[in-house]
């Protein structure tokens, strides 16, 4: 049987997708998309995922798609930036709720992200550069984004060094940032506005259809079966 390498990257800052662990006593990767990677295996083991044990940020993932490097990315939203560069495939991998982290002497409670879009420069919304809520704040219109920063840890030190208003990260993930630096007790999550957005599976637009179509149906086999959510529950937080 020939194995069909298809090459990826773990994105960095993007936890619980990727997550640093130890396996066999030596730092590793792992989290849900590392967990999907090896169910597609398991269920089609002609196709084997290389490159998930390297850390990469996002912008330089989409770098090493453009320079043929890099055949998927796992959990990416459907917005146009994404859909440019890669064929995402239609079943959904997991869907997540954006929520935004205030300090906790910050009284500030908002409703929808017109209240938001009111504060002027004093809603300065901090962001993760080259995410996709980047592009989805953008789409809202209005409010002031800042996504100069390229991590979790980065964003959560700006906010309270009052550099902005709000952080927006996805949950699951920004619980876990948030205790991760030990911050629980100076930084807390407001109920309102959230977005939901669904992450897929993109893959390069020439990968050869058999390939694709042998994924594509890896991963239907892996929602009909429960094994997605499976998946997407160990890592709730």
């Known amino acids: 049987m020939a194995v069909i390498v298809i090459r990826t990257a773990a994105q960095e800052s993007s936890e619980p997708k ?42 330089r993932i ?13 959990g990416v939203q459907n917005i146009d930036r994404n859909t ?28 929808s992200w017109e209240d938001i879009r009111a504060l002027g420069n004093d809603g300065t919304i901090l962001v993760i550069r080259g995410f996709g809520i980047v592009d989805i704040l953008q789409d809202i219109g209005g409010l002031k984004i800042d996504n100069g920063a390229t991590s979790s840890l980065s964003n959560l030190r700006k906010l309270l060094a009052g550099r902005g208003r709000f952080y927006c990260h996805r949950s699951p993930g920004i619980k876990n940032s948030i205790n991760r630096e030990g911050f629980e007790k ?42 997605l959510k499976r998946i997407f529950d160990r890592y709730r937080e």
Not at 187 to 200: A, Q
């Open 18 to 59: 990727y997550i640093s662990i130890h396996h066999d006593g030596r730092p590793a990767i792992g989290g849900i998309c590392v967990d999907i990677f090896r169910a597609i295996e398991k269920r089609t083991p002609e196709i084997q995922f290389s490159g998930d044990q390297v850390w990469m940020p996002r912008l």
């Open 62 to 74: 989409d770098a090493n798609f453009i320079n043929n490097r890099i055949d998927a990315i796992c």
């Open 84 to 111: 440019a560069q890669y064929k995402l495939l239609s079943t959904p991998l997991f869907s997540v709720d954006y929520l935004l982290a205030v300090r906790a002497d910050d009284p500030i409670e908002v409703n």
């Open 186 to 227: 100076q930084v807390r999550l407001l109920e309102n506005p959230k977005l939901s957005e669904k992450f897929y599976m993109g893959l390069r637009k020439d990968l050869p259809e058999k390939q694709i179509k042998m994924i594509n149906d890896a991963l239907i086999f892996l929602q009909k079966s429960g094994e």
